[in-house]
């Protein structure tokens, strides 16, 4: 199957190409993506009405240059994917709306794709991922662990009660102006830092559930910003102490997850830990995770950096997934700017746009 899919649900515009054959194996024929960093940076913080009209501005052109790139035809594709949610809507409206335009123009089927989801299958993009496994989904918005059995099944063992990771590296980088986006900057001035310069807060560590907490941390950088004399060493030794905090709390949720999922399916032997989402391309988090992994009998895979933020290729691979599973949305489907994607919770999502 090729499919085309659209991405358009925070700050990038994206659009590729895939081809998925019957075995599970994964071409991307084509992955753009146009970052808005520019526009967003004087902000500091991603603006949803700039958002909104950068993507008006910028799909057209993506999803244009994605299809001629791929080498494939309009008429090659078998169905378009696109981002329904969650997100900020403009720009989720947008890349659906295109999304609905071209289907009914070329006459191929819709899929309303969860963003979440992409970014759970992301790691089936360039690895034999095979279901079932233990997800840890780190991005901007979102934090959870979710046991994943199978395409549609998300079952959430633990998530955020405040703040989400990704938000809580781009506040901290914030705070000390260290640019946008956050996450990356925080990783690279923790490269010249002391990661035990600082006593920053592990929230919820040693707790039963495997729930996270990232909010006394912020409060505790500011703090820690506040008291220092601001200098680059000072900046540098807040950076590393805080995200060594953020790795931590991290692994040690993971590892409580561990043992729910070992509890929860009964299976004792080699299994799968696969981390996924913007906050996946953080290199101290990954190898923490290879490490835990390894001492728990399970495999661990984490998609290339390329595919942990945004990308329209995961988009595609969740519309191709579901069209062979044989389930596509009328053109009617509604932008949805929340949309949990565990089962239960999904049930009780409002609708809009
Ligand atoms: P969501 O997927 O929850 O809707 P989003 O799409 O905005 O939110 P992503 O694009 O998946 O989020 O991830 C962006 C987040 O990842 C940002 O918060 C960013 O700071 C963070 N991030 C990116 N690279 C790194 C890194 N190397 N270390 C830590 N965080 C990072
Ligand atoms: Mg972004
Ligand atoms: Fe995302």
Not at 291 to 309: E, V
């Amino acid at each position: 199957l090729t499919v085309l899919g659209l991405e358009s649900s925070c700050d990038e515009t994206a659009a590729s190409v895939l081809r998925r054959y019957a075995d599970g194996r994964v071409e991307i024929l084509s992955n753009i993506v146009a970052s808005q960093d520019e526009e967003h940076r004087p902000f500091g913080g991603v603006v949803p009405e700039i958002a909104a009209r950068a993507h008006m501005r910028k799909i057209e052109p993506i999803l244009a240059k994605a299809v001629k790139s791929s080498g494939v035809s309009w008429d090659d594709l078998d169905g378009i994917a696109a981002t329904a949610g969650p997100g900020l809507i403009g720009g989720v409206i947008t890349g659906l709306m295109s999304a609905k335009g071209l289907a009914m123009a070329l006459n191929k089927p819709l899929i309303a794709v969860n963003h979440l989801e992409g970014h759970a299958l992301s790691p089936r993009l360039t690895e034999d991922c095979a279901f079932p496994y233990l997800l840890l989904l780190v991005s901007g918005g979102h934090s959870q662990l979710l046991s994943v059995t199978g395409l549609g099944e998300y079952e959430r063992l633990g998530s955020t009660v405040d703040d989400a990771a990704g938000e809580a590296f781009d506040k901290t980088a914030k705070v000390m102006g260290l640019g946008f986006p956050g996450g990356p900057k925080v990783q690279s001035w923790a490269e010249r830092g002391n990661p035990k310069a600082i006593k920053f807060p592990r929230p919820m560590k040693g707790r039963d559930h495997a729930d996270f907490s990232f909010a006394g941390l912020k409060t505790a950088v500011a703090r820690a910003w506040d008291a220092s004399d601001k200098t680059d060493t000072a900046k540098a030794d807040i950076a590393a102490s805080f995200q060594r905090a953020m790795t931590d709390t991290m692994l040690d949720r993971v590892g409580r997850a561990i043992t729910l999922y070992r509890n929860a399916t009964g299976d004792t032997g080699r299994a799968r830990l696969v981390v996924a989402g913007g906050v996946a391309a953080n290199t101290e988090l990954r190898a923490g995770l290879k490490t835990m992994a390894a001492t728990r009998n399970f495999d661990f895979i984490a998609p290339p950096l390329k595919f942990c933020g945004d990308n329209a290729a995961m988009i595609a691979l969740a519309g191709a997934e579901r069209l062979a599973a044989g389930i596509t949305d009328g053109y009617d489907a509604p932008a949805r700017p929340r949309w949990p994607l565990d089962k239960d919770a999904a049930a009780n999502a409002p609708k809009s746009g």
